[in-house]
């Protein structure tokens, strides 16, 4: 099984998108995000309750990357079933932390969902995140598996399938003054 990466412009930013693991015994829905040091974080949906766990390795396995946590990142009532997961996010200047993380997946409701976590501020997420896409209610088409993310210095981009235009792909974007969408036409 391949992972499929799109890596923005600037080292800083990196983006990537999300594949299905097909060995429903571990990890069904995951998406994978590096840091330009090697160190990785895996986030992968609990099939035994729906929630959304990150797993952080010191480098590349093949380099010798270790285990170094594994925590709850988004509880499982907050994530549907099988929903696809999204990853994007800011590294330091430095390439070695972590300046802001966003996590993307569906609500049981269908509802495009966020959790992010910035550093000095943690993790924030969840219905009452009111600058989280998940108070915009942007509505997701029923049991759709595409969702991709993608950050630069100016914006934040989520692509789904909208219900609202479900034979062509949606872009839900940020650039600091709020979330829109718009579909592709």
């Known amino acids: 099984m391949s992972i499929l990466c799109l890596s923005c412009a600037s080292s800083q930013y990196q983006s990537h998108v999300v594949y299905q693991c097909r060995d ?3 990890w069904y829905q995951h998406a ?3 840091l ?4 990785t ?3 992968y949906q609990d099939t035994s309750n729906n929630s959304i766990i990150a797993v952080h390795t010191s480098n590349t396995l093949t380099a010798g990357g270790t285990f170094l946590s594994e925590e709850l990142y ?4 907050e994530v549907r079933s099988n929903s696809p997961i999204a990853v994007s996010g800011v590294v330091n200047s430095a390439g070695t932390s972590w300046t802001e993380i966003h996590v993307f997946f569906y609500s049981p409701e269908n509802v495009l969902s966020e959790f992010y976590f910035t550093a000095g501020v943690g993790l924030q997420g969840g219905p009452t995140c009111t ?3 998940t108070n915009e209610g942007f509505l997701g088409a ?3 598996q595409m969702l991709y993310a993608l950050e630069t210095d100016e914006e934040v981009r989520v692509g789904f399938v909208s219900a609202g235009a479900p034979d062509t792909v949606s872009e839900a974007a940020n650039s600091g003054n ?3 969408v718009a579909s592709l036409t």
């Open 41 to 43: 974080w895996f986030f």
């Open 74 to 77: 988004v509880p499982g009532s």
């Open 24 to 26: 429903p015994r571990l």
């Open 36 to 39: 330009p040091d090697g160190a």
């Open 178 to 180: 709020g979330w829109t």
């Open 142 to 144: 029923p049991d759709s």
């Open 32 to 34: 994978i995000t590096p």
């Open 131 to 133: 600058t989280c896409v």
